[in-house]
C-alpha cells in the first residue's frame, strides 16, 4: 500500500506540500493505525474485560481521528498550513494515548500490544512530519 | 436532530464528560457544519472557477474534522482530557479558516454562505464547549 | 440543521439528483442516525452487557454506512446512478438490522430505544428516496 | 499494513467471520483504495478540466464507501450477514464504476491509472470475499 500513496504524491500535479518521504510515510501510518484501532476496540468489546473500557474509548477516537488524518494528508492542492500542524498534532496525542492505554494490557491481550505498536509507529510519523513542515497559525478575525 | 442528541446523552449510563447543553450544542454544530462543508465543496467543483480551490480543499479537511469531532464527542465513557482538547482545538482552527476561506466567496456564491455560517456555528460551539472543560495533556513517556 | 441540509441543496449551481424533499430528509435522517448510533455504541459498552455485543457491532457498522451515505447523497454533481441507488440499499439494511436489535433492548436500556426510532426514521427516508431515484446498474466489463 | 491487519485478525478473541487471506485481502485493498480515491480526487481538482467532474465524484464516493466497507470488516464480533453482503457489494459497484471512469482519463493522467489500479483490487478482493461468504438477507418485520 505504501507504494500506492507515493505513487499518488508522484503522479499530482501538485508537488507534495511537504517531503514526500515524511509525508508518504505518515499516511500509511495513519491508515495502519484507524485500521487497528478499529479491530482492537473490536477485538476489547470482545474480551468483556471492564479494565478494557478505556482502551475501548481511545480506540475509537484514535480511529477516526487517524482516519481524518489520513485523509486531509492525501490532498495537496492549497494546504492550510495552520489545518495541517492542528491535524497533526491531535494525531500525535490520540496516538500517544492510545499506545500508553494499549500498553498497559499488551502482556495480557496481544492485540493491544499490536496495536500499541501501529499507533507508536503512526506518533512517530506524526511527529517526524510535523517536524519538516509547520508554523503556528493564528485565529481569523471575522 | 438536536432532540435526538439530547436524549442520546440523557439516556447514557455514563454522565456526560461535559456541561450537556454546550455539548449536545456543539455535536449537532459539527454535524451540520460537516454536512455543509461535503456539499459545499461539490457545489464548488461545479462552479469550475480557479478562485475556489482553496475553498474545495478546505471544505473537504473541515468535513473530514468535524465528523470527526462530533464522533468522538458522542462517545462518554473514559473520555481523555488532551484527546477532546485538542480536537475541539483543530475543529475551530478548521471551521476559523473555512468560514474566513467561504467568506470570501458568499456574495458570489451564496453556497459559500451557507457553510460560511454553518462553519461559524461550529466555531463558536467548540470554542463554548472547549471553555467549560479542558486541561492541557502532556505526552506520555514510553 | 435540516434547514441547512435544504439550503445548500437550493444554491448548489446543480440540480437536486432527487426531489429536494425526499433527498434533503433521507441526508437529515442519515446523519441523525449515525450519531444515535455512535452515541448508543458507547452506552452499550458502558452497560457491561454481553446481551448487547451484537447492538453495539451493528451500531457501529451503521454509524459508519449512514456517514457515508450521507456524504454521497450531499453531492449532486454527476451521480451515478449505480452507486446511489447501492448505497441506499444498503443504508436500508443496516438501520433495519439494528433498528430490529436495538428494539429488543429498548425497555431496559431506553438508549437503545431512542436509537431504534433514530434507525427507523433512516430506513423510511432510505426507501422513500430509493422509491424516487433508483434503476438497477450492471458491471463495466474492463 | 497488511501484516498488522492479519496481525489483528490472528489476535482477536473473536474467528474471523470469513477465511482470513481473503477477509486480510480485502481489508488492505479497502484502505488502499479509499486513499488513492481521496488523492485522485484531489489531483482532478487540481487538474482543472471539465472532463473530470465526473471522476472526481466518483472518487469521493468510493474513498467514504471503502472507507466503511475497511472498518465493518474489521470488525469480527457478531457480524450481521445481511450487512456484510450488501457492503461489500455497494463496495464492488462503487470500486467499478471508479475504475471504470478513472480508466478513461488514465493516458493523460498518470493519477487516474493509479487510482483506477487500486479500484480494480478492490473490485476483485471485494468479490473474492463476497463468493467465500455471504448469504442474502431479508428485511425484519417490525
Not at 500513496?5 to 508522484?10: D, F, H, Q
Not at 506540500?17 to 484501532?37: G, K, N, R, W
Amino acid at each position: 500500500m505504501q507504494r500506492t500513496v507515493e505513487r499518488m504524491l508522484r503522479t499530482s500535479p501538485e508537488p507534495p506540500f511537504a517531503p514526500a518521504d515524511p509525508l508518504s510515510a505518515c499516511i500509511h501510518a495513519c491508515v495502519e493505525c484507524a485500521q487497528a484501532c478499529t479491530a482492537c476496540a473490536d477485538a476489547c468489546v470482545a474480551e468483556h474485560d471492564r479494565a478494557l473500557d478505556a482502551c475501548i474509548r481511545l480506540n475509537l477516537d484514535c480511529a477516526d481521528i487517524c482516519a481524518a488524518t489520513s485523509r486531509i494528508l492525501s490532498r495537496q492542492l492549497d494546504p492550510d498550513p495552520g489545518v495541517i500542524s492542528m491535524t497533526l498534532q491531535v494525531c500525535a496525542v490520540a496516538c500517544d494515548a492510545c499506545a500508553y492505554e494499549c500498553t498497559q494490557h499488551g502482556a495480557m491481550h496481544p492485540h493491544c500490544d499490536v496495536c500499541a505498536a501501529a499507533c507508536r509507529r503512526c506518533l512517530d510519523a506524526s511527529r517526524a512530519l510535523l517536524a519538516t513542515t509547520v508554523q503556528p497559525r493564528r485565529f481569523h478575525h471575522h
